[in-house]
């Protein structure tokens, strides 16, 4: 099973920059938070991500991937962002989940993750069009942020972001055992 990871960079203005100092990520980090994830996922075990663009329009990034994929062979995560308030003080949550069933995952990660039966943003995520649409095989993996999603005061400590990514290796590595 080819395991890839798809994270979206949709910026907008006004927001000018964002930025980080060595504590935080400070600003609109709604979908910063997901990215820098996915970026250590990658560079540390290996795991193709696709960086997709227009998730806040019609997920035109999102539909393009999904095109270029084996959907017999791939495995897609979706990593974005997730209201603190709705995950219960873990550092990750699941939901949205397409083509997979997670009992198991929640067996093996009930300490760690937070799991959200059913469709969160039933047709608002990039999750819909790869399960729904592309009939991948799919789920959300929510990093948590204190604001609300597109506050431009929010801000992520840089020891959560290394805590989600620790978290999403060990799910990663779970599922291609899983499916070898």
């Known amino acids: 099973m ?18 980080m100092d060595n504590q935080k990520l400070l600003g609109l980090v709604d ?51 997730i209201l603190e308030e709705d995950i219960k003080g873990k550092m990750v949550s699941i939901t949205n989940a397409y083509g997979f069933e997670t009992k198991a995952l929640k067996k093996a990660f009930k300490d760690k993750v937070y799991f959200i039966d059913g469709y969160f943003e039933e047709e608002d995520d ?24 597109h506050a431009t005061d929010n801000s992520i400590l840089l020891s959560n972001i290394d805590r989600a990514t620790e978290i999403t290796i060990e799910i990663i590595e779970w599922l291609e055992k899983l499916y070898t």
């Open 2 to 19: 080819n395991i890839v990871i798809s994270a979206h960079f949709d910026l907008a203005r006004p927001v000018m920059s964002i930025k």
């Open 31 to 81: 979908n910063f938070a997901g990215l820098f994830v996915a970026y250590q996922v990658s560079r540390k075990i290996g795991t193709t991500v696709y960086f997709t663009n227009y998730e806040e329009l019609e997920y035109d990034g999102a539909i393009d991937v999904a095109k270029s994929l084996d959907k017999s062979n791939t495995f897609i995560i979706v990593i974005d962002t």
């Open 126 to 149: 990039e999750t819909y069009i790869y399960g729904e649409e592309f009939k991948f095989k799919t789920f959300y993996l929510g990093i948590p942020i204190p604001k609300d999603y």
